[in-house]
């Protein structure tokens, strides 16, 4: 399974800055348990080099 899509990402994102996270990265671990996002498909990067998640 890919990384989610914008779409899927963005309301879990804004109920962790509502429970008082104040960064997207201190949101990547509870993204990933909360979506079911396997370590592999967190590796998952752009041409950029830049990780999906």
């Known amino acids: ?3 989610p899509d914008f ?3 963005i309301l879990p ?4 800055f509502a429970e ?3 960064s ?3 949101c990547v671990e509870p993204l990933k348990e909360r979506l079911s996002i396997s370590e592999e498909d ?3 990067t752009l041409q ?3 990780t999906v998640l």
Request: hydrophobic share 40%; proline share 0%.
């Open 24 to 26: 997207v990265k201190e």
């Open 48 to 50: 950029s080099g830049q």
């Open 42 to 44: 967190a590796q998952e």
């Open 7 to 9: 779409q899927t990402f």
């Open 20 to 22: 008082g996270k104040t």
């Open 13 to 16: 994102v804004l109920q962790l």
């Open 1 to 3: 399974m890919a990384a």
